[in-house]
């Protein structure tokens, strides 16, 4: 029985089945994937089949998806419809206008039931999850010891924060984690790592390996925090596309990072 979390797969169906078939999934496991499965990557509806099928999925709302709905609640709006398709919709949308209405409909209606956040608990260490973050502003006191607690906290975050904040989350501590190292550990994705550095001033190399690929990046362990990192980007890049990101999941029990190139015509 594991807990696993993935990010911004973007399409890129193939890859992540292969990440995924290393892990070897299981009943009793659990996978918890970030949002924007979709737009940018050939093979959106692939990604979401995956993602519904996996045994003790969660599925959260990412930017994309958020873009997606826009269009969808407002068919005739010509600026949310440009947005989309800025920001790499036309793939997905081609890909729903392939299904019959009915599966079409299907697709949206699951997507449009997504939540915004989440958090969990693993080998005593409570995991708080969200697309891109959280807004260190509208946390309030402590302790985060309860669910009903963490409940409460995700609550009083705004949606637009949970689906896009970027800098103001990982620039500064979230004020989860003390001094003693106790505390929720916020896990986002929606900024890849390589350009992480960017964001918080850090440099160019944040966010790659010795050998130059994106990987997961922990920020924030210092002495306010006890030593622990408060924030976890796992946003590995794979809407880049082959030759710049790559599919990262991540076990939480254990901290094993399961990443898969993404090849040319994936």
């Not at 979401?48 to 998806?65: A, D, K, T």
């Not at 009915?102 to 699951?110: I, K, N, P, Q, T």
Request: charged content about 25%; hydrophobic content about 40%.
């Amino acid at each position: 029985m594991a807990t696993y979390v993935f990010s911004d797969v973007h399409g890129h169906a193939a890859p992540l089945a292969r990440a995924l078939e290393r892990t070897e999934p299981s009943e009793g496991d659990a996978y918890y994937c970030l949002g924007d499965m979709i737009d940018r990557g050939p093979d959106p509806l692939g990604v979401i089949s995956l993602v519904r099928g996996l045994p003790g999925s969660h599925v959260l709302m990412g930017n994309h998806e958020d873009l997606m709905m826009a269009c969808m609640r407002e068919p005739d709006n010509t600026l949310n419809a440009a947005n989309w398709g800025m920001n790499g919709g036309i793939v997905t949308s081609e890909a729903l206008a392939s299904l019959s209405e009915e599966e079409a409909d299907e697709v949206v209606a699951w997507v449009a039931g997504l939540p915004l956040c989440a958090h969990v608990e693993v080998a005593g260490r409570s995991y708080v999850l969200a697309h891109a973050g959280i807004n260190p502003e509208r946390v309030g006191e402590g302790p985060w010891d309860t669910p009903e607690r963490l409940d409460a906290l995700l609550a009083a975050q705004r949606p637009d924060d949970l689906m896009w904040i970027r800098e103001d989350f990982w620039s500064r501590h979230t004020g989860l984690v003390d001094e003693r190292g106790e505390g929720p550990v916020v896990i986002a994705g929606h900024t890849p790592t390589p350009y992480l550095g960017m964001v918080t001033g850090e440099g160019a190399d944040l966010g790659r390996d010795e050998e130059g690929r994106a990987c997961l990046v922990r920020l924030g362990a210092d002495g306010s925090t006890g030593g622990v990192a408060d924030r976890w980007d796992i946003d590995a890049g794979a809407a880049g596309g082959h030759g710049f990101g790559r599919v990262l999941v991540l076990r939480l029990d254990d901290g094993r990072e399961f990443y898969e190139d993404i090849a040319e015509d994936e």
